[in-house]
């Protein structure tokens, strides 16, 4: 199975850009449904595990882009997937390390950063058929997007369901709706997030 | 009675989808029609319980007694790929009709999160063997019941008037937040 090359020709700051709106991995592609629900209960966790991602993404794009000659096609899932699972492993070490409290709070899902489809995704579609320095402009914009949408979700639902946002007091005397910080909240809020980004999308 | 309170949790009261949000992209990809719904919730229930025994297996008599359990993630995430691929190719050579009928599904269920979710829950919590079993199946059976009754939401939605800013995937995540709500009930039931 012979690989073509299939160099992106678009100007250097769009690949940057593009991973913010056009292909926004949450709000545009729906991918890496699972730690996007789960962890964002607040805008620090949400964010937090957008910046671990974010990490694991542009790693993995680096390593991926600069061996992507030298793996042949029929194993190349399996190699994308084991250094993903390396710099997974990385991340979470860290976590454990240096933020002991955001670790236990992300709990299993930082582990599973592993199966977050967009990561393989963005190595299919691109680090593995570009060089290195767009496949890391292109790993930084889609993470970028990826920790907007975690942080606007953990804000809203925080928002909602306590008054606060990052742990300030925002409404005050707000009486909260606790179903947002259940996992029901999660899905509802998406749902209406993902509506409200078709209707700008349609305006434009 | 402590094995039946692991399945009930497994199934209703912490189920993998509403609950932890572990496979949710199966669950919007495959919830518009029924009969795919079915195939890949057997296909998954299948997986599952294989994982539960051979995770548990490598977990505690490879990993935990060589003292390697930092490679936890990378182990696991390649005895699941493997172990798709051989029942795959096992399936295809001993029963051509369940591997048409699982089909795709299949493949795609190494990057079905709920799979590495249960290996990792179950290294968490320190189930032993049996246990784990249990909470395989019941995770699996969990998964399939409310990938079934999405299903069939959708299929009466398909013919809905809606916004068209909500077709899609809007109206689905919000069908699936009243089904985590009304999951909610069950909660009483038992607490893990």
Request: charged share 15%.
């Amino acid at each position: 199975m012979e690989r073509r090359e299939e160099v992106s020709r678009r100007p250097w700051y769009q690949e940057y850009l593009k991973g913010l709106w056009e292909e926004n991995p949450i709000f545009r592609m729906l991918l890496g449904m699972c730690p996007t629900l789960a962890v964002t209960t607040s805008a620090l966790n949400g964010l937090s595990m957008g910046l671990a991602t974010t990490f694991v993404l542009t790693s993995t794009s680096l390593v991926v882009s600069i061996i992507r000659k030298l793996v042949p096609g029929q194993v190349r899932i399996a190699t994308f997937t084991v250094i993903i699972a390396t710099f997974v492993t990385v991340a979470d070490l860290f976590l454990k390390a240096k933020f002991p409290a955001i670790s236990k709070a992300l709990g299993p899902y930082v582990p599973l950063i592993v199966v977050n489809c967009f990561i393989l995704g963005r190595q299919e579609v691109f680090a593995s058929k570009n060089p290195t320095g767009r496949s890391i402009l292109d790993a930084l914009g889609v993470g970028s997007g990826f920790i907007f949408a975690l942080t606007l979700l953990g804000s809203i639902r925080e928002l909602l369901g306590s008054g606060e946002v990052f742990g300030h007091e925002v409404i005050p005397g707000w009486h909260p709706w606790v179903v947002m910080i259940l996992p029901a909240g999660a899905f509802l809020t998406l749902g209406f997030l993902v509506a409200a980004m078709n209707a700008i999308e349609r305006t434009k | 009675m402590e094995l039946l309170l692991i399945f009930v949790a497994a199934v209703l009261t912490n189920n993998f989808v509403l609950h932890y949000f572990l496979g949710i992209c199966p669950f919007l990809g495959v919830s518009s029609r029924m009969e795919t719904a079915v195939g890949m919730g057997l296909a998954v229930i299948f997986v599952m319980t294989l994982t539960a025994t051979v995770t548990w297996l490598i977990y505690h008599h490879i990993l935990v007694r060589f003292g390697l359990p930092f490679l936890e993630y990378v182990t696991f995430i390649l005895v699941i790929a493997s172990l798709v691929q051989i029942v795959e190719m096992f399936l295809r050579r001993f029963s051509p009709e369940l591997y048409r009928a699982l089909g795709i599904y299949l493949p795609l269920i190494t990057t079905n999160c709920s799979i590495l979710g249960l290996a990792l829950f179950m290294v968490l919590r320190e189930y032993d063997f049996i246990e784990g079993l249990v909470f395989g199946i019941g995770a699996g059976i969990g998964f399939t019941l409310v990938l079934t009754i999405m299903a069939g939401i959708r299929e009466e939605l398909a013919f809905a008037d809606l916004p068209r800013a909500f077709r899609g995937a809007p109206i689905t995540l919000i069908t699936a937040g009243i089904l985590a709500l009304a999951f909610m009930g069950f909660s009483g039931l038992i607490r893990v």
